[in-house]
């Protein structure tokens, strides 16, 4: 137990000695979540939109006073008819503009329609998909409440869309998982990996493992110090997560650790399993970085959904351990369930964890004859 | 004298080709003992398997008077071990770097420390005490590198070509360090592909292919083989093995 200690203080050292593996560990989950919650944020706000009302009567103002009002839009210009609309766009500031036919309150209350055009900068498709949502939903939502219900049209049909467990449709509701799941991988797993190929690569693992020390203290040694820090920021996002961007966590706090837990052995063990295969840290960074990193952000469903996906792709993010996770984190933390809905996941990240395990041992037994 | 390493027919495979082939030889306690031969005769596959790095494929081998199938633990409790690359650790002072190898090895911190201020006033490294080995000069690491693996006087050294890659002067200097260990009783098992060094030791053992062709005395050596210094001894070996 003392050479255990002994042997952790070692690694501590090494760790608070790097200023590059403290950057890594400290500022990194910080920088990330605050860069994907706050700066690359796809949510809507203040949008300056430009309105063209060719009929000028109660509803073509209303409808325009309740999309300034929605807080999504801000009021632009007022176009009158004849101007180039192109011309408004080139400027760049106006990202929609909204063209009100003439008689407009007339024919929706004659016909029960009435022609409403959205026109968007679609050089930022996204954007422009979002915001002629927005604006047809607010569109829609005001003339049925408003104007249909006194004309007492016959059989309509109202779809109400409620956007379940993330009303505000905030992306920081799918970052803060995502980060989380990222984070862990890339401290648990990249760093673990590098640390134990880096002895090799020093020749100090050799005089490890000719001292007493056991081959599993060495690697229990190595990866304790990444164990801890790893669930320290598994504890730091969360809490950045709730207290800065206000993500709700429904489900139970302690079970969401737990889970938390066992992602950070999943990724440990297949740091331990990396180290195993690369012979310097050079290898050991290259191997994490391509086969973690990159499928973690691309393929485990972060950043593009993947329903998405070509086929192939599609079964290849089966194997991708955060996939899971962020299904799990998702389903606590919003939905509020408990093991009840998410056992399929944990068992597979068990599964995993085994499987690296068990290659890790194979490939050190070969190694060691 | 007692013998510290005994080795019978150890044989080492890797797939078909044969790293060791039939190693038989015995060192005894306090001895300088050079195990030579060009890279790839394998003479790093046997430190190893001695070492408990590796396992061979059959034979026997005691070390410190452990088998080193069954007391694999023991064994390693009694010796040290310094590689080819120093295998310090750079980020660490050098009083860091002894404290953790006498803990990995059970040393108490009052031995520690009392052992700790001789070597370092022995080397003349007092000052040294608290600077990082990555900005020490080779010499010096490579000095504290031994010192440090023998610092829980275990009963054999292994020393995996330990003056690569340094001068002449350096590596004479070295060696001084290694003839003090050994006067202490510490034996001294030594792989080199320099010729020079090979003078140095008490016995020197000559590997080729896998085969230990000679062992004996340098002086013997040079007398059988007709030779002035261990180079032609080596090279008259190598000539008639192929």
Known sequence: ?369 | MEKVIEVRNLVKKFGSFVANDHLNFDVYQGEIFGFLGANGAGKTTAMKILCGLSSPTSGEAKVASFDIYKETEKVKRNIGYMSQKFSLYEDLTVAENIRFFSGVYGISPADRKEKQDKLLKDLGLESARDSLIGSLPLGWKQKLAFSVAIFHDPKIVFLDEPTGGVDPITRRKFWDLIYEASDRGITVFVTTHYMDEAEYCNRVSIMNAGRIEALDTPENLKKQYSAKNMDEVFLKIARNVD
């Not at chain 1, 889970?259 to 740091?271: D, K, N, P, Q, T």
Request: net charge positive; glycine share 6%.
């Open chain 1, 1 to 369: 137990m003392k050479q255990f200690i002994g042997f952790l203080k070692k690694e501590f050292l090494h760790i608070f000695r790097d200023p590059r593996t403290m950057m890594i560990i400290f500022l990194l989950p910080i920088v990330q979540l605050l860069l994907f919650g706050k700066v690359i944020n796809t949510d809507i706000q203040n949008s300056r939109i430009a309105i063209l009302d060719q009929s000028h009567d109660n509803t073509t103002r209303e409808i325009t006073s309740k999309l300034v009002s929605s807080g999504y839009f801000v009021l632009g210009d007022e176009l009158m008819p004849g101007d180039d609309v192109e011309d408004v766009f080139r400027k760049g500031k106006v990202k929609m503009v909204v063209t009100f036919g003439p008689e407009f309150e007339k024919s929706l209350e004659r016909d029960g329609k009435a022609d409403v055009q959205l026109l968007a900068d679609a050089s930022d498709p996204n954007t422009a998909r979002i915001l002629t949502n927005y604006a047809s939903g607010i569109i829609n939502d005001y003339v049925k409440k408003e104007k249909l219900q006194n004309l007492q049209l016959p059989n309509q049909i109202n779809t109400e869309v409620r956007m379940l467990y993330n009303e505000g449709l905030k992306s920081v509701y799918m970052f803060v998982p995502g980060i989380m799941a990222m984070i862990l991988m890339l401290i648990s797993a990249m760093m673990t990996s590098i640390s134990i190929s880096k002895e090799k690569e020093l020749g100090t693992m050799e005089v490890l493992l000719a001292s007493p020390l056991k081959p599993i203290q060495i690697v229990l040694g190595k990866v304790t110090p990444y164990l801890l820090l790893s669930f320290i920021n598994a504890l730091t996002i969360i809490l950045i997560g709730v207290f800065i961007f206000g993500v709700p966590i429904k489900g139970s706090f302690v079970f969401l650790m737990a889970e938390s837990f066992l992602f950070i052995m999943m990724a440990l063990s297949l740091g331990i399993l990396i180290s195993t295969v690369a012979p310097n840290q050079m290898v050991a960074m290259f191997i994490s970085v391509l086969a973690l990193m990159l499928p973690t952000i691309l393929l485990s469903g972060f950043m593009f959904p993947i329903e998405n996906m070509p086929l192939p792709l599609r079964i290849l993010s089966h194997a991708m351990p955060p996939r899971w996770f962020i299904v799990i984190i998702k389903n606590i933390m919003l939905k509020g369930t408990g093991i009840l809905f998410v056992w399929k996941e944990t068992l597979i990240l068990m599964f995993m964890t085994f499987v690296f395990i068990a290659l890790s041992i194979k490939n050190f037994k070969i190694r060691l004859e």
